[in-house]
């Protein structure tokens, strides 16, 4: 005599039931009312009917799964009696004996075996859910959460992945929160690479959030330098310069100098430039190209000079502070270097003064360099500032002083360069 062979179905009941389904078990009195409520369900889904038509014929006992989404996220993450925990489990098991087969179910079991402290059981539970339909928020976070716990990082992105590509961006900014927390696991960055991708919808949301609100910049630029290649679109170069900023600021150069080469859009050799040049002045991210404070008070523009490109700094009377200012990188000889300029013009004020002031940013470097106040030097004066030896990245800053009186202070200069001591004497005079 053949057997016959159960269906998955019937099999994945069983198995969340823990037992076969008896008529004893059916007629318990603790689930009566739960299969009351779901059974009218049942015999609307299985006969093919619509189910607004049922409505009119029992409108008090048409179910609403909202319910039990509502009732499975009261006892999510809190501390419930063992009594209720059991209550929870039967009741949803009730349902599933008289309803057809869902996630929805399946996950309430779940949730009520974990608050008994069934861990083994839940993970179970939660799998099967998960099988049954992706498309369940709460279980794929559950199973995130708890592969996470597990250590088990590829896993608990996975189930990340299917939460954020099912749900809107509101219903999923806590899932981006958490990924961007777990930036700082090694493990985490690691398998979190793969997402780094054009093709993936939420990376943009992601990438966003990490770069403006990760504990360290370090840690999204290691991220970053993990994946294959960086998405590019005019949104995201605004977040990776957010980045490139924070890394400079949180000293964290070393990032900072793997990861500019690989930013969408940026130049290697305007790192190592001074000089007023299209790249220079455009094509990249700032601090590595020339920036220049942005309000009615002080700022800077590149200036057509009789030398070609020049850099305009101006400062309003009254006020004093960092009108432009760009990263170098000078080459790794261990020899000092020398940074040259020309004063092509300017207007004063009464105490105005402007400024060169470079900070290597490396270990035991001098804390600051800085040069004469350019407003007292000749026009078309050629001037130079020494840079010490070991200084392998610098900031070179504009400060300037509006001074008093009615107009601004304002300062040009150009044929900016940096040398290496020895390789090409220029005639300059020091201004220090």
Same mark, same amino acid.
């Given at each position: ?34 299969? *009351?409520?779901? %059974? ?28 039990? /989404? ?28 008289? +309803? ?14 974990? +608050? ?6 839940? @993970? ?21 959460? @708890? ?27 806590? @899932? ?11 493990? +985490? ?8 991708? *054009? %093709?993936?919808? &939420? ?15 370090? /840690? ?69 190209? &020339?920036?220049?404070? /942005? ?36 080459? *790794? ?7 040259? &300029? ?7 004020? %009464?105490?105005?003064?402007?400024? &060169?002031?470079?900070?290597?940013? $490396? ?58 001591? $020895? /390789? %090409? ?8």
């Amino acid at each position: 005599m053949q057997r016959r062979r159960r269906s998955p179905a019937k099999w994945a009941k069983e198995q969340l039931l823990g037992i076969r389904i008896s008529r004893g078990f059916v007629g318990a009195a603790v689930v009566a009312a739960p299969i *009351a409520l779901f %059974s009218f369900f049942a015999v609307a889904a299985n006969s093919g009917i619509a189910i607004p038509l049922f409505r009119a014929a029992g409108p008090s006992l048409y179910p609403d799964f909202d319910i039990l /989404d509502k009732r499975d996220a009261a006892i999510v993450g809190k501390k419930i009696t063992p009594a209720k925990a059991r209550e929870h489990v039967a009741e949803s098991r009730a349902l599933l004996v008289s +309803a057809p087969l869902s996630s929805t179910v399946v996950r309430s079991i779940a949730l009520g075996r974990d +608050a008994l402290g069934d861990k083994q059981g839940a @993970a179970r539970s939660m799998a099967i859910a998960s099988r049954l339909s992706r498309r369940d928020g709460l279980t794929q976070m559950w199973l995130a959460n @708890a592969a996470l716990r597990k250590e088990d990082a590829q896993e608990g992105f996975r189930h990340f992945d299917t939460f954020l590509r099912t749900y809107s961006p509101a219903e999923t900014q806590v @899932a981006i929160e958490q990924m961007v927390g777990a930036l700082r696991f090694r493990e +985490a960055r690691v398998e979190l690479a793969p997402y780094v991708s *054009a %093709s993936n919808p &939420w990376y943009e949301r992601f990438i966003g959030v990490a770069a403006g609100r990760a504990p360290k910049a370090a /840690d999204v630029a290691d991220l970053l330098l993990r994946a294959k290649s960086i998405p590019d679109n005019p949104y995201l170069r605004g977040y990776y310069a957010t980045l490139f900023e924070r890394l400079i600021n949180e000293k964290a150069y070393a990032e900072a100098l793997r990861l500019y080469p690989r930013l969408p859009g940026a130049k290697p050799g305007v790192l190592r430039a001074v000089a007023a040049t299209p790249e220079t002045l455009s094509v990249g991210y700032a601090p590595a190209i &020339w920036s220049f404070a /942005d309000d009615v008070d002080r700022g800077g523009a590149p200036r057509e000079t009789n030398n070609g490109i020049g850099l305009e700094f101006y400062a309003q009377a009254d006020t004093i502070g960092i009108s432009g200012q760009k990263l170098i990188q000078f080459p *790794a000889t261990g020899k000092p270097q020398t940074f040259y &300029w020309t004063v092509a013009e300017q207007e004063t004020n %009464s105490g105005s003064s402007a400024r &060169w002031k470079l900070n290597c940013l $490396g270990p035991k470097q001098p804390a600051e360099i800085q040069s004469v106040n350019l407003m007292t030097v000749q026009p078309e004066s050629r001037l130079r500032m020494a840079v010490p030896a070991g200084c392998e990245i610098a900031v070179l800053r504009m400060e300037m002083a509006g001074g008093v009186g009615n107009n601004m202070a304002r300062i040009v200069v150009d044929r900016l360069r940096t040398e290496t001591d $020895g /390789d %090409s004497p220029v005639k300059a005079r020091t201004a220090r």
